[in-house]
């Protein structure tokens, strides 16, 4: 039987991946977490010192550069090149540097193949932002999941505090808005809402709340697809 997809896309710090993460260990999936793959490119670029809207630098270093997801007990790793670099990448200078390499085709299609594969073999809930109308355009489920950018900012901000990243509300909230509008204004899979995808707003809600609406939906269209 062909495994079940559940897309879900949307601007970050909508809380995405804590739901997907939560909702994927309930129903037996794997999460597959696609930003960490733009963040695993980012990274590399940043550490071998080049500039990571520099198309010509990027598009160089692919060749020489493996990029795998592993799930060791229900969690995901990303690993470039043999290392792990899972906690590497989150910091605020990653994000800055996944968003300008996620704008190059090149790493677009780099990445392409390893989305598809993964979702061929395994049952999941994979997010990003381009999953519902790219990656997985029959996926079984979409799912756009938004909340206003003031909302994710400062729910970004205290994840990072929580991390001991040093930073201010103020830092995170401007780059949220940068990275929203070059995600969204980006010429090649632009941040955008599948026409077949179903909007949750999870502003204001707790992450009890967002995870009861979406399990509910999911469940509901699971249903309606095996038509029972
Ligand atoms: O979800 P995230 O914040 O970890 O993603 C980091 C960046 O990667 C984000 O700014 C845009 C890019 N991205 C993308 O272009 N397509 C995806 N499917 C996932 C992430």
């Not at 696609?34 to 590399?44: K, M, W």
């Amino acid at each position: 039987m062909k495994p079940i997809s559940i897309a879900i896309d949307g601007p970050s710090g909508a809380g995405k991946s804590s739901i997907a993460k939560h909702l994927a260990k309930e129903m037996g999936f794997i999460y597959v977490d696609t930003g960490a793959l733009y963040r695993a490119v980012g990274y590399e670029v940043l550490r071998q010192g080049g500039e990571p809207s520099d198309s010509d630098f990027v598009e160089k270093l692919l060749p020489g550069l493996k990029v795998e997801l592993k799930h060791i007990n229900g969690n995901q790793r990303v690993f470039v090149n043999d290392e792990d670099v899972s906690d590497l990448i989150r910091t605020p200078e990653v994000s800055m540097a996944a968003s300008a390499v996620s704008a190059i085709p090149a790493v677009r299609r780099f990445l392409f193949d390893l989305q598809r594969e993964t979702a061929r073999k395994n049952n999941c809930i994979m997010d990003g932002r381009d999953i519902g109308t790219v990656v997985l355009p029959d996926a079984d489920v979409k799912i756009f999941l938004t909340a206003t950018v003031e909302d994710r900012a400062n729910r970004r901000f205290l994840e990072l505090q929580q991390k001991g990243i040093e930073t201010t509300y103020e830092e995170v909230l401007e780059d949220m808005k940068k990275r929203d509008f070059d995600d969204s204004n980006r010429k090649t899979a632009p941040l955008r809402k599948a026409d077949d995808a179903v909007e949750v707003d999870t502003t204001g809600n707790t992450f009890e709340q967002s995870v009861e609406i979406l399990s509910r939906l999911i469940n509901d269209k699971l249903k309606e697809r095996s038509g029972s």
